[in-house]
């Protein structure tokens, strides 16, 4: 099996190791290409494990485009291999921005335009759940659409030609508000300061709690069609879990891979917009199943997802499948901050007019902020707005100062 240009590093490992999944999640997380080596569809391959590890199949064995490999590498070891910036390069900022989706990068130019100094911290890679997203059709000044990775790199390259720091694969993991300002640690151990601090961390996508779903994710369960659809080509039949406005999109998107396609909802009707409801309800490829719930998510002996047990009232029953696709709803990333800012009954943060939280300092914006329509145009509007409301709110600390 040859690497091609197309995928410029190969992921040796097997469907039931967890860290093969947790690697192939943090790659796919990074958009950075791969090709994935089953090594137990394909034997043959285990000769490129054995000889990079004296003999011995460890997995997962990464092989890259210059020929040098990790053996089960950390998230900070395939971090520093992907070249990833996760250091801050000073000790105190301006602002801080928790989140680099559409907010966090609208915040930051604007604020970077007014000379701030502005550091993006990102635990995952900048551009948010729009930068996995297939095509953005509703966006303005797109009148084609454009595809959400297009998006969100024109949005993070604009951030950086204004300076704008930007940390991948970096967590917040506590902060601390005093009258001099926010303090913010991060995962890498370092701790940096900030006049004022932006929340803008999106939400998470939902799980379904049924037996069998953790143990599967990266087997079988997915949470992205733009990332893992193309591994499905040629499948007979792949689920999606949802009826929104996500889940009849991804639906459509994987019917280029798979050769039918269904959508199961827990309710009695679809939630999706009248026109994506029609558009899979008129698909001869697409089939809906109402009122259905998943009861478990169900593996072969090699830890593949091979079917899924089925709830319609009374009545339980396998649904053959080769890969689900979840898109159940959202939840707040507020946990880090829990114990700084107040809350709503969901987690997600309470803000008054001016997007300031109960923190002085401290500002929310995006999906993460109670209230927001969870829209990548709205998203981009609040960042714009909120970053008004620092502006005002730094001047007026300054002239509090004089």
Not at 22 to 44: G, M
């Amino acid at each position: 099996m040859s690497q091609s240009v197309a995928t410029p590093l190969i992921v040796y490992g097997a469907s039931w190791c967890p860290d093969c999944r947790r690697a192939k999640e943090f790659l796919s997380a990074h958009r950075a290409a791969y090709e994935w080596v089953d090594l137990e569809a394909h034997p043959e391959q285990v000769v490129q494990v054995e000889s990079r590890n004296a003999g011995k199949r460890i997995i997962p064995t990464i092989v890259f485009p210059d020929g040098s490999f990790l053996v089960e590498p950390s998230n900070d070891e395939l971090a520093e291999k992907l070249g990833l910036v996760r250091d801050p390069q000073s000790s105190a900022y301006d602002l801080v921005i928790m989140g680099g989706g559409p907010t966090g990068l609208t915040t930051a130019i604007y604020g970077a335009r007014e000379n701030l100094s502005v550091l993006i911290v990102e635990r995952s890679a900048p551009g948010g759940q729009a930068a996995v997203t297939e095509r953005l059709d509703n966006y303005p000044g797109f009148p084609d659409g454009v595809s959400g990775a297009e998006l969100a790199g024109r949005m993070t390259e604009q951030a950086r030609r204004y300076g704008v720091e930007i940390l991948q694969a970096v967590a917040v993991t506590g902060i601390e508000v005093s009258e001099g300002g926010v303090t913010v640690d991060l995962s890498t151990g370092r701790q940096v300061s900030a006049r004022a601090l932006l929340l803008a961390s999106g939400s998470t996508y939902r799980r379904t709690g049924a037996h069998g779903e953790s143990g599967l994710i990266g087997a079988g369960i997915h949470f992205c069609a733009t990332c893992d659809g193309p591994f499905y080509r040629g499948a007979v039949e792949l689920t999606v879990i949802g009826g929104g406005n996500s889940g009849l999109e991804e639906g459509l998107f994987l019917t280029q891979f798979a050769e039918h396609v269904t959508v199961v909802q827990a309710g009695p009707e679809l939630t999706a917009s009248r026109l994506l409801q029609d558009k899979v309800l008129d698909h001869p490829r697409m089939s809906v199943l109402l009122d259905t719930s998943v009861a478990s998510f169900n593996a072969d002996g090699a830890g593949k997802l091979t079917s899924l047990s089925l709830v319609r009232g009374v009545e339980e029953f396998e649904h053959a499948t080769s890969g689900a696709f979840i898109f159940i709803g959202l939840d707040p990333n507020s946990r880090v901050v829990a114990d700084v800012v107040e809350l709503d009954e969901r987690g997600f943060i309470l803000t008054d007019e001016r997007l300031s939280t109960s923190m002085p300092g401290v500002f929310a914006a995006g999906d993460v902020r109670a209230g927001s329509t969870k829209q990548i145009a709205s998203a981009v509007g609040e960042g714009a707005a909120v970053a008004l409301q620092l502006r005002y709110y730094l001047d007026a600390q300054l002239d509090a100062a004089l």
